[in-house]
C-alpha cells in the first residue's frame, strides 16, 4: 500500500534516526515537485521517506551534487528509471526520446542543479548557507551512488504516470 505524503508535512514522516533533521529534506521534495512540473509536466507524487541501506541506485540514471556551507554539508542524488527520465526529457525537449543518451545525461544533470538551486534558496530562508559543486551523472543497471557523508541517506520515492524516481539526501548540520 502505497502512503502518499504532502511535501509540508515530510517533517512529521516516519524516519526514526535521530541524526537526521527531517525539515532538511522537504525544500528538496518541494524543489523537486515544483521543477518537473513547470520544466516537463510531470505531476510527481512524494511517498514516505525512508533510509537508505546500500549504496546501489534505485533508478537506471542518477545525477548527483556535493553540497557545503558555514552550517551544513552533504550531497543530493535524483535516481530515475529509465521510462520516467525519457518521458520527462521528451516533454522538455518537445521531441521523443527513446534511449539513454548524452542529452539525456545532459538533462539529468541540470535537473539535479536546478533542484538543488531551489532547495538552497528555501534553506537559506531557514539561516543555511550552502554552495553547490557541479553535479556528476552516473548511468547502467545496478550503478552505485556514494554520498558525501557517512550518516545515514534519506530517501525519498516518487511516483509518476510514467514510473518512479528517487531522491536520495545525505546532509549533516
Known amino acids: 500500500m502505497r ?4 511535501m509540508s508535512n515530510v517533517a512529521e514522516s516516519q524516519c526514526d534516526d535521530p541524526r537526521i533533521d527531517m525539515k532538511l529534506i522537504g525544500p528538496f521534495v518541494d524543489s523537486t515537485v515544483n521543477v518537473l512540473k513547470t520544466m516537463a509536466g510531470i505531476n ?3 511517498q514516505a521517506p525512508r533510509i537508505k541501506s546500500t549504496h546501489e541506485a534505485y533508478g537506471d540514471i542518477t545525477g548527483i551534487i556535493g553540497m557545503a ?19 520527462i526529457m521528451s516533454n522538455m525537449l518537445g521531441e521523443n526520446i527513446d534511449s539513454l543518451s548524452g542529452d539525456v545525461s ?11 538551486g531551489g532547495a538552497k ?13 557541479t553535479p556528476t551523472v552516473i548511468s547502467g ?9 557517512d ?23
Request: net charge negative; charged share 15%; aromatic share 8%.
Open 3 to 6: 502512503r502518499d505524503i504532502s
Open 44 to 46: 510527481p507524487i512524494p
Open 69 to 87: 556551507g558555514d552550517n551544513v554539508k552533504g550531497s543530493f542524488a535524483v535516481s530515475f528509471t529509465e521510462p520516467c527520465i525519457l518521458k
Open 106 to 116: 545532459d538533462g539529468v544533470g541540470e535537473i539535479t542543479n536546478i533542484i538543488t
Open 121 to 133: 534558496a528555501q534553506l537559506a530562508e531557514e539561516g543555511y548557507t550552502i554552495g553547490m559543486a
Open 141 to 149: 543497471k545496478g550503478h552505485s551512488v556514494m554520498h558525501v557523508s
Open 151 to 173: 550518516q545515514p541517506v534519506v530517501v525519498v520515492p516518487f511516483e509518476t504516470d510514467v514510473g518512479p524516481f528517487f531522491l536520495e539526501v545525505n546532509l549533516v548540520v
